[in-house]
């Protein structure tokens, strides 16, 4: 070959190695690492959407047991008031019951009511006090 023509020849061996160069690197960086990156790049997006999905569920978990513990709260809530209900309903029918017991325990002997013999008690006074004032004798016999 001419000096020219090797001349020519190196010249486009030198063109195509630097186009073939071009080929394996982009922007300085060779073609495997952006490859790499690439791949990297897009697990890296994969996994965020998969974070972003599981924050989803997390954060409706949270508010599944937000809502649980406030019914637990409220069916506690209705259960300390029941309870005081009932407990104050026992102690009304115990205070009626000892109630009742007591109007008809005093006459029960007799068969009269509580009203009944605190009316006789009062008749009975009325006349013990009668008698008292006249000084005279009673009609059994008893002076007062």
């Known amino acids: 070959m001419s000096p ?8 486009a061996q030198n063109t195509m190695e630097e186009d073939e160069a071009d080929e394996e690197e982009v922007f300085g960086v060779p073609q495997a690492m952006v490859e ?6 897009g697990m890296l997006t994969q996994m965020l959407a998969q974070l972003a999905e599981r924050m989803g569920v997390s ?3 949270e508010r599944e047991w937000a809502e649980i513990k406030r ?3 409220e ?4 259960e300390k008031r029941r309870a005081a209900m009932e407990e104050r309903w026992t102690a009304d029918m115990d205070h009626i019951s000892m109630v009742m017991q007591c109007q008809f325990v005093e006459g029960s002997l ?3 009511t509580r009203k009944e013999i605190a009316a006789v008690e009062q008749e009975e006074e009325k006349g013990a006090e ?3 004032k006249d000084g005279m004798v ?3 016999g008893e002076e007062d």
């Open 110 to 112: 007799t068969g009269m």
């Open 75 to 78: 069916r506690l809530e209705l």
């Open 4 to 11: 020219k023509g090797a001349s020519k020849h190196k010249k």
């Open 59 to 61: 954060e409706a978990r």
């Open 130 to 132: 009668g008698d008292d």
């Open 138 to 140: 009673d009609v059994e």
């Open 36 to 41: 790499e990156q690439c791949d990297v790049l």
């Open 71 to 73: 019914e637990q709260l």
